[in-house]
């Protein structure tokens, strides 16, 4: 690791690649950077949104119906499997 112009250690490959893309892109180190928290940031925050939205549909349990929806998957599959192992 190597210090970057914002003086965070990082990997060297990782500032060669990062000087490149902001020629490339013609803006600054820092407004790439930025950009790159930025979303780093949104991404993880709807990631874990996401994640608990399921967790509260879930949270509940089975109904009846998907009880009973799972038991019957349950015989199909042994059927589906049997012999196989």
Known sequence: ?????TNLPIRRDL??????????LNMSWSRLISLALSEFLRRYRERKELLE???VAYSDGLDEEE???LQAMRSTHRR??????
């Open 67 to 69: 009880t009973q929806l």
């Open 53 to 55: 939205q399921v967790n």
């Open 15 to 24: 500032i060669d690649d990062t000087q490149a893309l902001v020629k490339e």
């Open 1 to 5: 690791m190597t210090d970057s112009p």
């Open 80 to 85: 589906v499997i049997e012999g196989e192992w």
